[in-house]
């Protein structure tokens, strides 16, 4: 079992929260919440369609009200990438546990993203993928409790590298 009530892993589209963070919970014994898929089954659409339909400053109220409302207990969080706008829910996810950034290049997180289907980032329509990097990548760094390289091998081996940062 973790010794962590609650572990949130935070970063960019592409960077493996979702994959990274279901063995990361297998791993520690803790349930697995994954907030965009939660967003998705409160709103009844896929991200990309609410962006698509009431825009992404829509979609990161969506994200704040369902991240405050969800039981995160003894959870590992999969947050979605735009979280670090909210103070209310890094403090909130803080105040749980450790968070995570998950790093990755711009350039593994472009390929990443280009294969698979849209994902309803939330930002501006005339931000390039780069300018939301620029951007994010500042505010992952100061809520991050740790920040692992989610390049550095294969699913399992960040996901065991994540367990060894939260051992030490």
Known sequence: MSPFNTISLVGMPGAGKSTVGVLVAKLTGLGFVDTDLEIQVREAATLQEIVDSKGHHYLRRVEEEVLLDLDLDHALVSTGGSVVYSIAIMER??????????????ATLEARVAAAPPRGIASDGGDTFADVYAERTPLYVQYADHTVDACAGTPEQVAQSIVAVLSA
């Open 93 to 106: 996810l803080k105040s749980l546990g450790p968070v995570i950034y998950l790093q990755a290049d711009l």
